[in-house]
């Protein structure tokens, strides 16, 4: 993750933005600590599933008060305006985010109990990863990044360029035929949706064969061992048709 971000990234920017991930896993571990929840298969599947979307927000946050520090801006004055300018959509880009996860929440049952573990992570995670970018990435910024890139960093960055120059040309193109754009993407999405609904059958959990099965023989209570021995043998012979049967049924 590191190493992706210094490469789209000033360095400092890359490294502070970078360290929000520790610290918003830190705290959610802290906060599952006291909640009673522990550290299971679904907890860290939880951790990995959020592992690139904790890091958006000190993106944001960062790449805005660097633009301000090469604005000409103190360092102070920099991080309060950087991180105050972004508030509103990085929030609600964070919402978002625990919006889409709030529904596993409502799930009743044997299957959401064990299901609840990963909404409760991922939105503890997403909640502490904002405190980190409001609260202590400014600080950080504030004090350890620099005023401007320098002439090196700069020569070294000018492939990273060449593909902004072409994203941003072809955004503009989308943008000039937003109504053609919409309505086409719209149109894609209708006929996707008719086509599922038509041809598609929604299953929630597939069949499969059970590798393993168990048998309960109840004899009467004055059974001695020979009898039960018979029983246990009539049984297997019956299952082992039968499981042929399947296999000849299915060859």
């Given at each position: 993750m590191l190493l992706i971000l210094y490469t789209?990234?000033?360095s400092r920017v890359a490294f502070w933005a970078a360290m929000g991930i520790p610290f918003s896993f830190l705290l959610a571990l802290i906060i599952m600590y006291y909640m009673g929840m522990s550290l299971n298969m679904l907890s860290m599947f939880a951790l990995i599933l959020v592992l690139g979307i904790v890091v958006d927000d000190a993106i944001v946050v960062a790449e805005n008060v660097f633009r301000y520090r090469e604005m000409g801006l103190s360092s102070a004055e920099a991080a309060i305006a950087g991180a105050d300018e972004v508030g509103l959509p990085v929030t609600a880009a964070i919402a978002t985010n625990i919006a889409a996860f709030l529904p596993l929440l409502m799930i009743a049952g044997i299957?959401?109990?064990?299901m609840r573990v990963i909404p409760q992570?991922?939105?503890l995670t997403l909640?502490?990863?904002?405190?980190?970018?409001?609260?202590?990435?400014?600080?950080?910024?504030?004090?350890?990044?620099?005023?401007?890139?320098?002439?090196?960093?700069?020569?070294?960055?000018?492939?990273?360029?060449?593909?902004?120059?072409?994203?941003?040309?072809?955004?503009?193109?989308?943008?000039?035929?937003?109504?053609?754009?919409f309505?086409?993407?719209c149109?894609?999405?209708?006929?996707t949706i008719v086509t599922a609904a038509l041809t598609m059958e929604f299953v929630f959990m597939g069949k499969y064969d059970a590798e393993q099965f168990m048998i309960d023989i109840i004899n009467p209570v004055d059974s001695n061992m020979d009898e039960t021995d018979r029983v246990v043998r009539e049984v297997e012979k019956i299952e082992i048709c039968k499981?042929?049967?399947?296999?000849l049924s299915n060859g």
């Amino acid at each position: 993750m590191l190493l992706i971000l210094y490469t789209f990234l000033e360095s400092r920017v890359a490294f502070w933005a970078a360290m929000g991930i520790p610290f918003s896993f830190l705290l959610a571990l802290i906060i599952m600590y006291y909640m009673g929840m522990s550290l299971n298969m679904l907890s860290m599947f939880a951790l990995i599933l959020v592992l690139g979307i904790v890091v958006d927000d000190a993106i944001v946050v960062a790449e805005n008060v660097f633009r301000y520090r090469e604005m000409g801006l103190s360092s102070a004055e920099a991080a309060i305006a950087g991180a105050d300018e972004v508030g509103l959509p990085v929030t609600a880009a964070i919402a978002t985010n625990i919006a889409a996860f709030l529904p596993l929440l409502m799930i009743a049952g044997i299957t959401g109990k064990f299901m609840r573990v990963i909404p409760q992570v991922v939105i503890l995670t997403l909640l502490a990863s904002l405190l980190e970018a409001f609260l202590i990435l400014p600080s950080h910024l504030a004090e350890f990044v620099k005023d401007r890139v320098d002439d090196a960093n700069k020569e070294a960055r000018a492939w990273f360029r060449h593909i902004r120059d072409a994203y941003g040309n072809l955004l503009e193109a989308f943008l000039n035929r937003r109504y053609v754009i919409f309505f086409g993407l719209c149109g894609v999405a209708l006929v996707t949706i008719v086509t599922a609904a038509l041809t598609m059958e929604f299953v929630f959990m597939g069949k499969y064969d059970a590798e393993q099965f168990m048998i309960d023989i109840i004899n009467p209570v004055d059974s001695n061992m020979d009898e039960t021995d018979r029983v246990v043998r009539e049984v297997e012979k019956i299952e082992i048709c039968k499981i042929w049967g399947i296999v000849l049924s299915n060859g």
